[in-house]
């Protein structure tokens, strides 16, 4: 579980998060939605310590990320995977070096281990006999199943993913929505999934959180959303008229 | 007086967060391999031609009788030890490896690269910069020495080919009242602009915000920058090496 506490945090002059707390549920798939530059991916980028918060805390099954020691900051992000916006591949290293990476840095399994396992994560996201292409060489759907693998293959407990069906056709961004709920389950991790698409939010999410402008207006689960009476919040779910029909009617 | 503070503070953080040994070693092959040996062909085409150059202009100024041949290699001599292949090369290698070195790390920093290092808990810094600037240390004076000879023998084959001076006289004028300091101090040179080089460049990249302009604005910006430290450098030392 992982809980945030009174974030917030400016660029120079401009505020951007205000006071944000939640919690995202262990072997759940939590969502951060909101529309664009809404402070999402700021949150996030807060959460994995990419970003610091100007104020508040993250915890992560009752250790501190913000206050903690660098031991405990250094083995929090052992157990963090995450998959980015434009998958972050290394464009230098072939799809099994990429996967491979992690266990590389982090581990010093011998080097049969780390090929058998990244087979089996390559093998688990739907991927075979890639493993000496190059980045370059796939497509973006490819990339993203890349992308989760590496995030996957150091046996996370944190997964997160920013935007994972961005720049994808429905169908394959509904298999990848799909692959991150599996994955969620099987390993019984926590993962915290930014995202503005609505399929996603009625397809996998469990946990909910709605930004706008920065402030955190609403959290709950996925059966409570269509019904709440947020004005702020149905504008968002109910801004097509498909999603109106479906869901008022 | 900020862009100094950040650049040092960039350079502080190199050294923070190492990985292992190990890991360095691999990385620091590679990256000699891609600054070093990928450079050898620009470095020999330009440092021939600035041996050929260099002679027949010398020659061409020295019209006195009463000045022997053998000095135009002297001459030659002395200003590929002292200025041309440590400096001019330089600015070659600030162009081909500068560039290169920025362009890849605004590249990795656009697309997120570098934020998927840091997530893994690595200081991408240490880990992409470090080991770009040790190799570049240790290439650079090797390609200033490869450059030093093949000046000598770009002007050896441009003199005695053309007749403007014997290969005796040449080779005689190479060695004529040698300062060993002068390679001395050429190394030390080649070991505080390739130093210069590799830092500027990587602080560039690895600062890019934007887009692929921007990638393209930091490698001009990596090479402009690189290029003006090496000339200040290059005077600064000179006054404090020879003044």
């Known amino acids: 579980m992982i809980e945030i506490k009174n974030i917030s945090k400016s660029f120079k002059e401009k505020q951007v998060l205000f006071d944000i707390?939640?919690?995202?549920?262990?072997?759940?798939?939590?969502?951060?939605?909101?529309?664009?530059?809404?402070?999402?991916?700021?949150?996030?980028?807060?959460?994995?310590?990419?970003?610091?918060?100007d104020q508040g805390d993250i915890i992560y099954n009752e250790r501190s990320f913000i206050y903690g020691s660098e031991q405990d900051r250094k083995q929090i992000r052992r157990e963090i995977g995450m998959l980015f916006q434009g998958s972050a591949l290394f464009d230098s290293?072939?799809?099994?070096?990429?996967?491979?990476?992690?266990?590389?840095?982090?581990?010093?399994f011998p080097i049969e281990e780390k090929i058998?396992?990244?087979?089996?994560?390559?093998e688990r996201v739907g991927l075979l006999n890639i493993n000496k292409k190059m980045p370059s060489e796939i497509s973006g759907g490819m990339k993203k199943r890349v992308g989760i693998a590496r995030a996957i293959v150091n046996?996370?407990?944190?997964?997160?993913?920013?935007?994972?069906?961005?720049?994808?056709?429905?169908?394959?961004?509904?298999?990848?929505?799909?692959?991150?709920?599996?994955?969620?389950?099987e390993y019984s991790i926590t993962t915290v999934i930014v995202t503005h698409d609505m399929n996603s939010v009625f397809e996998i999410g469990d946990h909910i959180m709605f930004l706008l402008e920065?402030?955190?207006?609403?959290?709950?689960?996925?059966?409570?959303?269509?019904?709440?009476?947020?004005?702020?919040?149905?504008?968002?779910?109910?801004?097509?008229?498909?999603?109106?029909?479906?869901?008022?009617? | 007086m900020r862009s100094l503070g950040k650049y040092v503070t960039f350079m502080g953080s190199l050294l923070t967060r190492r990985e292992t040994f190990s890991t360095y070693i691999k990385l620091i092959i590679q990256e000699c391999v891609n600054v070093g040996y990928n450079s050898l062909f620009i470095v020999g085409i330009v440092s021939l031609f600035m041996g050929a150059v260099?002679?027949?202009?010398?020659?061409?100024?020295?019209?006195?009788?009463?000045?022997?041949?053998?000095?135009?290699?002297?001459?030659?001599?002395?200003?590929?030890?002292?200025?041309?292949?440590?400096?001019?090369?330089?600015?070659?290698?600030?162009?081909?490896?500068?560039?290169?070195?920025?362009?890849?790390?605004?590249?990795?920093?656009?697309?997120?690269?570098?934020?998927?290092?840091?997530?893994m808990g690595i200081n991408a810094s240490s880990y992409l910069v470090l080991p770009k600037i040790i190799a570049c240390v240790i290439m650079y004076p090797m390609l200033v020495i490869l450059s030093i000879f093949l000046i000598l023998f770009g002007g050896y084959f441009a003199g005695t080919i053309t007749g403007i001076?014997?290969?005796?006289?040449?080779?005689?004028?190479?060695?004529?009242?040698?300062?060993?300091?002068?390679?001395?101090?050429?190394?030390?040179?080649?070991?505080?602009?390739?130093?210069?080089?590799?830092?500027?460049?990587?602080?560039k990249g690895f600062f890019t915000t934007g887009g692929s302009l921007e990638v393209g604005k930091a490698s001009t910006s990596a090479v402009t920058n690189s290029c003006i430290a090496v000339l200040l450098a290059d005077y600064a030392l000179a006054q404090l090496l020879l003044g």
């Open chain 1, 155 to 185: 046996r996370p407990n944190y997964l997160f993913c920013d935007e994972p069906n961005s720049g994808l056709d429905p169908q394959t961004g509904i298999k990848i929505d799909n692959l991150i709920k599996e994955i969620t389950s």
């Open chain 1, 214 to 249: 920065g402030k955190k207006l609403w959290e709950g689960s996925n059966g409570e959303v269509t019904k709440s009476d947020l004005k702020e919040l149905n504008d968002f779910i109910f801004a097509t008229k498909l999603m109106k029909q479906m869901y008022l009617h």
């Open chain 2, 165 to 203: 001076l014997s290969s005796v006289d040449y080779l005689y004028g190479i060695r004529y009242e040698f300062i060993e300091f002068n390679i001395t101090f050429a190394i030390i040179k080649a070991l505080v602009f390739s130093f210069l080089i590799a830092s500027i460049s990587s602080y």
């Open chain 1, 116 to 122: 058998d396992r990244v087979n089996f994560c390559l």
């Open chain 1, 93 to 108: 290293k072939n799809i099994e070096e990429n996967v491979r990476f992690p266990l590389d840095i982090l581990t010093d």
């Open chain 1, 21 to 53: 707390s939640g919690t995202f549920l262990k072997g759940k798939n939590n969502l951060i939605i909101g529309s664009s530059g809404t402070g999402k991916s700021v949150l996030l980028k807060n959460i994995v310590g990419l970003i610091t918060p």
């Open chain 2, 54 to 119: 260099t002679t027949i202009q010398t020659a061409f100024n020295l019209v006195s009788p009463f000045i022997p041949d053998y000095v135009i290699s002297l001459v030659v001599r002395d200003m590929a030890i002292l200025e041309l292949s440590p400096t001019i090369i330089a600015i070659i290698f600030a162009g081909k490896v500068g560039s290169s070195i920025a362009g890849e790390l605004g590249t990795m920093r656009i697309t997120e690269q570098i934020d998927a290092l840091e997530v």
